[in-house]
């Protein structure tokens, strides 16, 4: 997914940095015949038809070995870099509230979880990954680098969020239902949370109980790999699991981004979205699809742009343009009758 060429180029970038206009990118890229087979349609299909395909191409299942075995052989953990530029970018996550909780949506091997748990003490992070050898990854490199409590405010679970949904724990239907009945208030039946309490899942699941739901759903570099007909479910699943008033903090692959480029026609497998040859898949976001998808689950937004930035490798002396898409959304505050 390039995320050393990523880390390499945040490491020295600030995220809002403008070094060129996406509009200009894109007049560019669609004058290039040598890009005219990124802007084609994809072969006519009806959408039921799409679906199938595409699960055809990739089932639920494939998409955890393909991931397993991506993990597997990036198994060193220095294959990605810590973003250590997160909480700069969503600085709500190091001033909230004591005992706030975050759902790492796709957390690949900890290089989100890292510079979360590491920027604010209190705060308590479950982290989710369709690949058990992500997760593995994960929890070894959190222990590794001896962050603070960090083995009590971190808990990890196997699960597809776009295929099979969240597990009840996170939030039960009675608690989603209570939503519904009161305004900016904690669940009557949530654990009560001092600044060393961070309840655990499989405890909390086989309790019965749940947390009462999260304060922020993260997904970084994750709703691209979803194939693009689970994406409005998977997102839906994400607004479910959210207090009234919660985050979603979005960033990921945007339109014409180099790496999107470097894909040859025969591993498209839909309109802006690819198959690598080791089975993992990447989609490219354009600002109006990002809209669409979260406001139209009920998201609200509140920041939603591209950013640019142009870097130079140092080996071949080659410019490489990296287009990301930041985002952050909100789930409306519930409002009493």
Known sequence: MDSREEGQIMAAANYYSKDFEWDQ?????????????????????????????????????EDSEAWNKFH??????????ERRYLLKEFPELASCKECSTVLEVGCGNGSTALPILRGNTSISLYACDCSKEALERAKENI?????????????????????SGFPNWLICTSCRESFFQKQNMCFTDARS????????????????????????????FTLSAVPLHRMSRAITECFSVLKPGGLLLFRDYGLYDMTMLR????QRVGYREYMRSDGTRSYFFCLDNVRDLFCGTGFSELELEYCCVQSVNRRNGKIMRRVWIHGKFQK?????G
Not at 38 to 60: A, D, G, V
Not at 143 to 161: H, M, V, Y
Not at 193 to 220: E, R
């Open 25 to 61: 990118l894109r007049q560019e890229i669609e004058k290039d015949s040598c890009f005219a087979h990124h802007l084609l349609p994809f072969p006519n299909q009806n959408t039921q038809n799409q679906e199938t395909h595409l699960s055809s191409l990739c089932s639920q299942q």
């Open 72 to 81: 597997t052989r990036h198994s060193t953990g220095k294959f990605f870099k």
């Open 143 to 163: 222990e590794a680098a001896n962050i603070n409590l960090a083995k009590e405010r971190f808990s990890t679970f196997q699960c597809d969020f776009s295929a």
């Open 193 to 220: 949370c001092s600044k060393q309490d961070f309840p655990d899942p499989p405890i909390s699941a086989k309790n019965n109980s749940c947390i009462g739901g999260v304060d922020f759903v993260t997904l970084i």
């Open 263 to 266: 894909f040859e026609p025969e």
């Open 332 to 336: 409306p505050h519930v409002h009493l």
